[in-house]
């Protein structure tokens, strides 16, 4: 992506939902189209602000979800529960409803094509949906670098983009682990989070030279990068990126 | 308990101020001296406001609060921050 | 820009117990700007400091040694949350500065952890503030300002400064921590004092 694409101060644009699809029974897929944007990197956020009819508002960030391809942008939120954003957006949203955002904003938590290495995802939950984004940029860029994906669910349930990943997983370099916490469909011995034998066994090894990207609540990124840098990875080249409920409007 | 998130989340209102990403600059500590990626140090989000900590010191390293009206910034914490220009 | 997002509401607001601008709560959020100090009662003093620099202290046994009060009150936070009818246990402001000899008009109280806030003094006394250690009938858990906060009911809930360690005393106005990045120097709910200006 040209660099002035980013380099410019943001302002709140409209976009409209195109299409809608459910991918747990907590999550949901929003496809939205926006005139304005200018295309983002994959990884990269934005914000989503919400205004009720009195004026009152409330915003929060989100991962974008797709890689740009020139066309749409898709968002994908789980719902917090007794959240105020994203029941709205999972459950009342609808196509054809305006969507107010803001971005993309970040610059760290990023992966482009041209990027040197291989790289290791490492997503728990929804943390996930930023390194679908890099996958499907991998996937449009027909990159050969190798990628893998350790995403860490609590059931087969929660699995989102179970379709896409698999689809993602067909490509020769890229390689997808999925880790049972409680409950693994049959079949899967293991379950239980990510741990140092895991991380040995999926993930590349330091000499590799890989990048790894962390996504997921506050302990989960806190553990995986403590079990990486403690296995001998470079901590500069363990980029993490945290998220979590918010407690009330801003 | 980990009640706080990183630099990450602060891009957005950073955005509305900055023409480039902060958030990928290189931010030092102006308590311990700590370098990092200023996405990488902890950000308390269930506040008045945001406020972003140093990983080494717990000091305060910036705090973002938007009003209806103005965009305040505090950058005391901070010894300096690194935006690559290339 | 005005749009309006359709079947939007947010959380529910309104209603003439409240604030304006406040919505109901039924649970106790947590909020914080910074990691949650840990304080032991053991180690855990509270002073306060005049304008002339003489320094009253209490420990722990003190605090405990002086008659506490129940307290319930409504309480507002900025981030527009009210909770109604808290119950707390503490002592009275107006008790641990009886014997404090000061003509001073304001006060910044301190946290363990660093955090400040500003308050004119006279909101401090006249049964208007206490230090309180108990919240629901339990020992104040920490992440609610325990071992003990300021409580400040009347003012949005950023004065009621968590983990406080100390007020200082002064003849001029100084901003808090809040105060120093936009938000309102006295901040009453009712008014809707929430920034600077306001």
């Known amino acids: 992506m040209e660099r002035t694409a980013i380099r410019r101060r943001l302002t709140w644009q409209v976009g409209t939902v195109t299409d809608v699809r459910r991918e747990t029974e907590t999550a949901r897929t929003l496809v939205l189209e926006v005139p304005e944007w200018q295309g983002h990197l994959a990884g990269q956020h934005l914000d989503v602000r919400l205004t009720a009819e009195d004026g009152y508002r409330a915003s929060r960030s989100y991962s974008v979800a797709s890689a740009w391809t020139g066309d749409t942008i898709e968002l994908t939120v789980e719902q917090v529960p007794r959240g105020e954003v994203s029941p709205y957006l999972v459950d009342v949203l609808k196509v054809g409803d305006p969507l107010e955002i803001r971005g993309p904003v970040g610059g760290w938590f990023v992966w482009t094509p041209e990027q040197e290495g291989p790289v290791q995802l490492i997503g728990g939950g929804s943390g996930v949906v930023p390194l679908r984004a890099m996958l499907r940029a991998h996937a449009a860029a027909a990159s050969t670098t190798k990628a893998r994906l350790l995403y860490s669910v609590r059931r087969p349930e929660s699995v989102i983009y179970v379709s896409d990943l698999k689809e993602l997983a067909a490509s020769d370099d890229v390689d997808v682990r999925l880790v049972y916490t409680r409950e693994a469909p049959a079949g899967e011995p293991r379950i239980g989070r990510i741990d140092a034998d895991l991380i040995s066994q999926y993930a590349f090894k330091p000499e590799d030279g890989a990048t790894t990207y962390v996504c997921g609540p506050t302990p989960f990124v806190e553990t995986v990068a403590d079990l990486l840098v403690a296995a001998g990875h470079d901590p500069a080249k363990v980029r993490t990126e945290r998220f979590g409920p918010t407690g009330g409007p801003r | ?86 | 820009m005005n749009i309006v997002s359709p079947g939007f509401t947010g959380r529910r607001r309104g209603g003439t117990e409240l604030p304006p601008g406040q919505y109901l709560t039924h649970e106790f959020p947590v909020l914080s700007a910074g990691p949650t100090p840990h304080v032991r009662t053991e180690h855990w003093e509270f002073t306060v400091t005049t304008e002339s620099g003489e320094m009253y202290r209490w420990d722990w046994p003190a605090l405990m040694a002086l008659p506490a009060e129940e307290i319930t009150k409504d309480i507002h936070c900025v981030t527009r949350w009210s909770k109604l009818q808290t119950t707390w246990k503490g002592v009275s402001l107006d008790t641990l500065l009886a014997d404090v000899e000061t003509g001073a008009d304001y006060a910044m109280a301190h946290s363990y952890g660093g955090y400040t806030t500003n308050l004119p003094l006279e909101d401090l006394l006249d049964g208007q503030s206490w230090i309180a250690y108990e919240y629901d009938d339990e020992p104040l858990d920490p992440e609610h300002g325990g071992p003990a906060r300021l409580l400040v009911p009347h003012l949005y809930f950023w004065k009621s400064a968590k983990w406080v360690r100390g007020l200082v005393l002064s003849d001029t106005e100084d901003l808090g921590f809040w105060e120093t990045a936009g938000y309102h120097e006295y901040g009453d709910p009712w008014k809707e004092q929430r920034y600077a200006g306001d």
């Open chain 2, 1 to 86: 308990m980990s009640d706080y998130l990183d630099g990450n989340v602060a891009a957005g209102p950073l955005s509305e101020l900055f023409a480039v990403d902060l958030t990928a600059a290189i931010a030092q500590c102006n308590g311990c001296g700590h370098t990092t990626v200023f996405a990488e140090s902890r950000v308390y989000a269930d506040a008045p406001g945001l406020v972003a900590r140093c990983v080494g010191c717990d000091s305060v390293l910036l705090r973002i609060v938007t009003t209806p009206n103005d965009t305040y910034l505090d950058l005391r914490g901070l010894t300096y921050l690194r935006v690559p220009t290339t």
